[in-house]
């Protein structure tokens, strides 16, 4: 199956935004006075603002209401939203445009598959709309990843089948996400988080249209497959 669709994720692959995502929590588990470090943060990659909370809160002292976690995440979300005023052109992670202009050259179509349900002021802000054919974002979701539902969508606005479509993640949910949805995946950071990825690379700078084809040998991948299976997969593969 030749792929012919690109679905990126926003946060942390194309976009320097996860560092402000961090420090939005850091300052409401500061104000609160939960312990939280930036090991905590990388559990919070890839899934919902809610869920994301939720983590957080593992480590609070006392037990919040619904009402109350409402409030924190609003709360957090207007830091992270102040931070993201700064955000300009430059802001394109190293090798994100160019990638993305090469992929356009060759015809491939491309869309976005982010849980953030501030990816269209992201998107404008570092001036990447012209790039998608497609964007499914946080707004447009039910079930966050590691669910396959923000890919699947990707992929059906793309037109295309999720088989003919690649997924770029930097996120351990993200790939679970992929391969869940039938996707083959290639992974951005440390393979202790992203190495269940057909390919894993230290940056979207090291991606070129040979990493994209060379994904077309190997196993296809599992169609259909739950998140939950592909965990446990993962798991069993860990435990050898
Ligand atoms: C993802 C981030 O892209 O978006 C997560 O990796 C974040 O860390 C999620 O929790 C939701 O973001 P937002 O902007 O809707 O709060
Ligand atoms: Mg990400």
Redesign the pocket.
Known sequence: MNHQGVIF????VLVTT?QY?YRGWKRLAEEEGIPFTREDNHR??????ME?LEILLEKAGRVYSAVEKQELAERK?RY?VEFLQNLTPDDALPGARSLLEALKRRGFRLAVG?????APLIMKKVDLCGFFDAVAD?NDITR?KPDPEVFLLAAERLGLKPAECVVVED?EAGVVAARAAGMRCIGIGDPALVGAAAKVVGSVAEITLDTISQLECGNPPEVGISAAVVYQNEEQIVKG
Do not use: I, K, M
């Not at 994720?9 to 942390?12: Q, V």
């Not at 982010?114 to 501030?118: D, E, K, L, P, T």
């Open positions: 994720d926003l946060d942390g996860d995502h919070l990659r890839g899934v919902s603002r994301s979300n992270y982010s849980s953030s349900r501030n946080g966050s996120a």
